[in-house]
């Protein structure tokens, strides 16, 4: 899986403006590695630099910095010299007697790190980080219908890779391997259960009522014009008196006024006979104002006409829910490109000023929320439910190609990730729900553990040895860590959930998963971070390094494991894991 990278804030800040924000290179084996602990031991050239790149010639003789201490005291000098890299190129760095000091951008580069000038308490400093990445420490001990690792902190739908959230399933369209746009049951998956997550974590939402069908005298509706009817009625579906509308096609002329100014997830319940369109005004902070989202009868996913953006919801020729965020779909709307990815829009909502209905239909419980985490959560398991195949799989339509040595995956693999994740899904919506379709599909998902990728499942094994559930079932195999631990975690919620009967093969699949996880943990190790994969052991290419928000992904699941399993060797990696964070390594000889 991928997952959000933090890197963008540290870049933007330190690029340009740190360029002489000098950092004590140890040249000379006197210093220690702790950080200076204020302001006099640490003069920072501030102002009074060389703007850079400028050759060393240039600034002459006469080029000499220097600035007072805190305490008035000796004044430190300095000046430019010239630093050969490995015997491969030159840069400019500063040299005061016995010191010398590189740029900070050169640092940055050579060794990966980051850093920015932070400024509070009224002075400023510079903020070193080993890495970008932060982990999250779980609260509590890992349960099956309790939050999902850290993915409260996770918002899947704003992701650039997220096309829109499709308005006929409410559930997000991927652009991640391809700009057309598909449904990734990985990526749908996670937003269930983040939302689920937020759910545990968060405030309790508002929700506020405008419509329910209750109030015959119908006081927030409002006609355009002679030809528009607007009615109470009863609607035998249902049972209940809903909202009867009739316009001329086109004509916004029935409208109710919302004025809402902080509760942005907007649900009804909709009927339609003919040419329906729902539409909301939005007031925006673009220099365009107002906005208008279209959710029409059509099939199409998304598409934009200057300020008009529509959503296709589907013919809706029976009673539907539907729970949209007004402010995600306002922004996936405006960021539309043709390219790959969806460019991040700005724009801020200010107000939900109306909403009209148009054509022949029927609506009912029009409510603005604060957030609506389980009725996305639900639109992420009901969508798990209904597109699992026969074999159990979600399979996947996209062509996948991890590295040329491992071929390509052509569309419709499963991947263990995948399969373990939707069973994380499907049992809590079986524990919140009671529904049984929600626990029988998360046991015929465990189908495709059985089966070799070679053989279309999702099984390797290493050395002939160790059962391993592949993210990607790649010839050779590939051994992605992370999707696999996933795999395992879904197979405990499921072995912990299902009656004694039918959790045996879960529980099979667990605990051989895990004897594999201990014996195979230590080959993930590089001493100073963690590998991805295990390509440069299958193929003999050089290792995968795992980013930043790998490695802690990595953390955040033997976290987990280690909650649940008590283990010496997963208690052992995972503290040497998290001081890899902050730059320490494992001893050499
Ligand atoms: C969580 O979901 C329950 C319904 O299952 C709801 O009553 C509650 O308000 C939700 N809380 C939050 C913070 O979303
Ligand atoms: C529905 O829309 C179509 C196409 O715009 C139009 O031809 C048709 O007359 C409309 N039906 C009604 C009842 O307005």
């Known amino acids: 899986m991928r997952v959000f990278s933090y890197r963008a804030n540290f ?29 006099d031991s640490f003069p920072l050239i501030s102002h009074d630099h060389d703007p850079g790149g400028r050759r060393l010639e240039d600034s002459g003789g006469g080029h000499e910095l220097s600035l007072n201490n805190q305490n008035g005291g000796s004044i430190l000098r300095y000046q430019p010299i010239e630093c050969v890299i490995n015997s491969d190129y030159t840069i400019e760095g500063r040299r005061e007697g016995a010191e010398v ?69 409410g559930v997000p369209i991927s652009t991640q391997w391809g700009p057309q746009g598909y449904f990734y049951p990985i990526q749908i998956a996670q937003f269930g259960l983040s939302h689920y997550s937020k759910n545990l974590t968060e405030q309790e939402p508002r929700v506020i009522v405008y419509e329910n069908g209750e109030n015959t005298a119908m006081p927030g509706w409002l006609l355009g014009n002679t030809k528009s009817h607007v009615e109470n009625v009863l609607d035998e579906e249902k049972g209940s008196r809903v909202i009867e509308f009739i316009t001329d096609t086109g004509s916004p002329s029935v409208t109710l006024n919302l004025k809402n100014s902080e509760d942005f997830e907007l649900s009804f319940d909709f009927k339609c006979f003919d040419n329906c369109t729902i539409l909301v005004i939005l007031d925006t902070s673009d220099k365009d104002k107002y906005f208008h989202i279209h959710y029409t009868t059509s099939r199409e996913a998304i598409s934009r006409r200057g300020t008009h953006i529509y959503y296709g919801l589907g ?16 922004r996936k709307g405006v960021g539309q490109t043709n390219g790959k990815s969806v460019k991040k829009a700005k724009v801020s909502l200010r107000s939900i000023v109306k909403l009209s209905v148009q054509g022949f239909g029927r609506i009912d419980n029009v409510k603005l929320s604060t957030t609506a985490h389980m009725a996305h959560f639900y639109d992420a398991a009901n969508w798990l439910l ?204």
């Open 315 to 330: 013919s809706c020729r029976s009673w539907r829910t539907f729970t949209r965020d007004l402010l995600n779909d306002l």
């Open 101 to 169: 000091f590189l740029p900070f951008s050169f640092i940055e580069k050579y060794f990966e790190v980051y850093g920015k000038i932070a400024e509070y308490d009224g002075y400023e400093r510079f903020e070193w980080q080993h890495s970008y990445s932060k982990i999250y420490y779980p609260k509590e001990q890992y349960k099956p219908d309790g939050i999902f690792m850290s993915f409260d902190h996770y918002n899947v739908e704003l992701r650039d890779r997220v096309k829109c959230i499709s308005g006929i399933e």
């Open 386 to 589: 209904n597109n699992q195949d026969k074999k159990g799989g979600w399979p996947i339509w996209i062509t996948r190609i991890l590295i040329d040595e491992m071929g390509e995956l052509p569309p419709g693999w499963y991947s263990a990730m995948a399969q373990g994740h939707a069973m994380s899904v499907l049992v809590r919506a079986y524990r919140k729900s009671g529904k049984p379709e929600y626990l029988k599909a998360a046991l015929k998902a465990t189908y495709p553990f059985n089966k070799l990728s070679s053989q279309g499942g999702v099984k390797a094994v290493f050395l002939d040895k160790y059962p391993w559930y592949e993210e990607y079932p790649t010839n050779p195999s590939s051994f992605v860590l992370n999707g696999f631990i996933y795999s395992l975690i879904g197979l405990y919620d499921l072995m912990m959930t299902a009656s004694d009967e039918d959790r045996v093969e879960a529980e099979r699949l667990y605990r051989e998963g895990l004897t594999s996880l201990k014996a195979l943990l230590p080959l993930y190790d590089t001493g100073s971070g963690t590998v991805y994969d295990l390509r440069h052991i299958t193929t003999g290419v050089a290792p995968k390094l795992a980013r930043w928000d790998y490695h802690t992904t990595h953390i955040s699941q033997l976290q987990l494991l280690s909650s649940i399993e008590k283990n010496s060797l997963f208690q052992n990696t995972l503290e040497r894991w998290i001081e890899y964070m902050k730059g320490k390594r494992a001893k050499h000889n």
């Open 11 to 39: 870049k933007h800040l330190s690029v340009a403006s740190l360029l002489f924000a000098l950092v004590i290179l140890v040249l000379y084996s006197k210093c220690n590695n702790e950080r200076p602990q204020s302001m």
